[in-house]
């Protein structure tokens, strides 16, 4: 099979931890473990968040008085795929001595009239305090809006439209290689009034550029890996329950965080609407059963199927 799959920023640092390089490593060599035996048995493309990282280098940037301006969020992209792919490299590499590795930097198109840079939402780096944050947005232009029970800061997040080095990736995977790229969604760009690529202020949804990308490769299951177990139906209440196994249709009845988990389940329900592919939303470490379908949400196009370990009408006949 051909898969792709897409860790999230999150699993590869928690909210609990310093974000110190050591912490992040141990986490990138957590996750290949998790990963290694997929890559023994299918082809994988594996794209990663940058969400605490590139926070982490924009409060870095800002506060660095020998620049005239900080860095833009295109560019801190940019470092955030070379730092995390280095580390995903290197680890699969050791994992992996029997395949070639490959970590590129990868650039997203979007369009310049999307109408996110008018209504940023995207969370990137640490959590606060609200007075905190609401101090940090007066201070710096930011905007922040509440992430569950905190504060973090918000950027645009234009959708993807086209992963710029699609074709040589999927070379890669044709010559047998592990692919690691689209880290952070891709490096945001457009094309301006000459055609030329140019960087734009912004963090792209790295899980809807995976759905893309998995798309344009022609893969036969997208996967999109976490810190949480399942896509829950009533999410932060006590009633809150997992949704196990279901279609496009069913899931996009529930209604989804548009800062969190919103976008994940856009991801697998367009991947599986546009292709009759598998998607699935699981816990990292559960990664080879959620491809057996033994654990997450797994989404797939319609017949027979499961909610919560509930036979459903059609099930029955």
């Not at 609990?16 to 996750?31: F, G, M």
């Not at 730092?83 to 995903?88: F, Q």
């Not at 590499?93 to 009239?113: F, G, I, K």
């Not at 918000?154 to 993807?160: A, K, L």
């Amino acid at each position: 099979m051909r898969i792709v799959v897409a860790l999230g920023g999150n699993a590869l640092l928690r909210r609990d931890q310093q974000p110190d390089a050591s912490v992040q490593l141990s986490n990138v060599r957590a996750a290949v473990t998790a990963l290694a035996p997929l890559a023994r048995r299918h082809e994988l493309v594996i794209t990663h968040g940058n969400g605490p990282q590139v926070g982490v280098l924009a409060l870095q940037s800002a506060a660095d008085r020998t620049l005239t301006r900080p860095y833009p969020f295109d560019v801190l992209g940019a470092e955030t795929q070379g730092m995390i792919g280095y580390w995903l490299l290197q680890s699969l590499q050791n994992a992996l001595p029997e395949r070639q590795v490959c970590a590129l930097l990868n650039q997203t198109l979007v369009s310049a009239a999307d109408p996110a840079f008018a209504d940023p939402a995207k969370f990137v780096g640490p959590v606060y305090g609200r007075a905190e944050a609401e101090r940090l947005a007066a201070e710096r232009g930011w905007t922040v809006r509440p992430d569950g029970t905190h504060w973090r800061r918000v950027v645009p997040s234009p959708r993807p439209q086209r992963v710029v080095e699609t074709r040589l990736i999927r070379l890669l995977l044709e010559s047998g290689a592990v692919a690691v790229c689209a880290g952070g969604g891709g490096v945001p760009v457009i094309r301006d009034d000459h055609g030329q690529l140019t960087g734009v202020e912004a963090v792209v949804d790295k899980d809807l550029t995976a759905a893309l990308l998995a798309e344009a490769l022609d893969a036969d299951a997208l996967l999109l890996l976490t810190d949480v177990a399942h896509v829950y139906r009533g999410y932060g209440s006590p009633g809150a329950e997992p949704i196990r196994r279901t279609t496009p249709a069913a899931l996009r009845a529930q209604r989804f965080p548009a800062g969190s988990m919103g976008p994940k389940v856009d991801a697998v329900c367009r991947f599986v609407e546009l292709t009759g592919g598998t998607a699935a939303i699981g816990a990292l470490e559960e990664a080879h059963l959620i491809l057996d379908g033994a654990a997450g949400t797994v989404v797939t196009p319609g017949g027979p199927h499961r909610e919560d370990g509930h036979d459903t009408a059609q099930d029955r006949t």
